[in-house]
């Protein structure tokens, strides 16, 4: 698939609002489907798995951050929040959740599908979601990491665990960036591991991993915030 052809889920509970959205995503090229409340959005978003979903905030039955916490724990679909909330403290709520982009109401529909497809194009989504950072790649829909040494033709693949391969998947999308731990807990560790601690750990063996496939260096700490993978540009 390329990113014309991408499937988004539009979760708005304003069918006005939805429809204009749809509307100018389908223009674009883009293939979309409408939610009106958080429990319908997670429930077509597992049957038809969508590239994209545009995600308001305040919505019925289950408001955007659950069903954008629910959305990290399943995998990482990019997601854009749509709100009238126009607050630093809930712009940052977003992105420490795990969003991608955040888009304010009112807003332009012509800006929501440019915006759509950077964080496409950024998250290799529509052109088979593979994510690469230096000599890492990881895919997205198989759930595979693999290193290709420098130089060389060979590909070594990552023996990771669920959650390994769910926080090199989630920095890779965003190389250049400092996650928190306790970002990373809610993005890509399951309930039952909820410990900022717990973390380092996990991390710890990605990096191991990382150094024995012939990547060292990729995973590195940030002092009083977290971890950010390398900058290889």
């Known amino acids: 698939m390329n990113a014309d ?3 988004i889920l539009v979760a ?3 069918p006005e609002i939805a429809e204009v959205i749809a509307a100018y995503l389908e223009r674009e090229g883009f293939r979309t489907v409408r939610a009106a409340d958080g429990v319908a959005a997670l429930e077509l978003h597992l049957a038809l798995k969508p590239d994209l979903v ?7 039955r289950l408001d955007g951050w659950a069903v954008l916490a629910e959305l990290r724990r399943r995998g990482d679909t990019p997601v854009i929040m749509l709100t009238a909330l126009d607050q630093d403290i809930d712009k940052l709520q977003a992105l420490r959740i795990g969003a991608d982009d955040y ?5 332009n529909a012509m800006e929501v599908a440019v915006r759509a497809r950077a964080v496409l194009r950024r998250s290799g989504g529509g052109t088979g979601k593979t994510l690469r950072v230096g000599a890492v790649e990881v895919d997205l829909d198989s759930h595979l990491a693999s290193v290709v040494a420098q130089g060389s033709a060979d590909r070594v693949m990552l023996p990771l665990t669920l959650t390994e391969f769910r926080l090199l998947a989630h920095m890779a999308r965003a190389p250049r960036r400092a996650f928190s731990r306790s970002e990373l807990v809610d993005a890509c560790l399951p309930g039952g591991e909820a410990l900022d601690r717990t973390v380092d ?5 990605l990096r191991r991993k990382l150094e024995e496939a012939g990547a060292p260096g990729l995973v590195n700490n940030v002092r009083g915030v977290g971890f950010r993978l390398a900058d290889v540009s």
Request: charge should be negative; aromatic fraction near 4%; proline fraction near 9%.
């Open 54 to 60: 545009m995600l308001d905030v305040q919505m019925p």
């Open 12 to 14: 708005e509970d304003e």
């Open 201 to 205: 750990t996990h991390l710890s063996k």
């Open 5 to 7: 052809n991408a499937l």
């Open 103 to 107: 888009v304010v109401k009112p807003f």
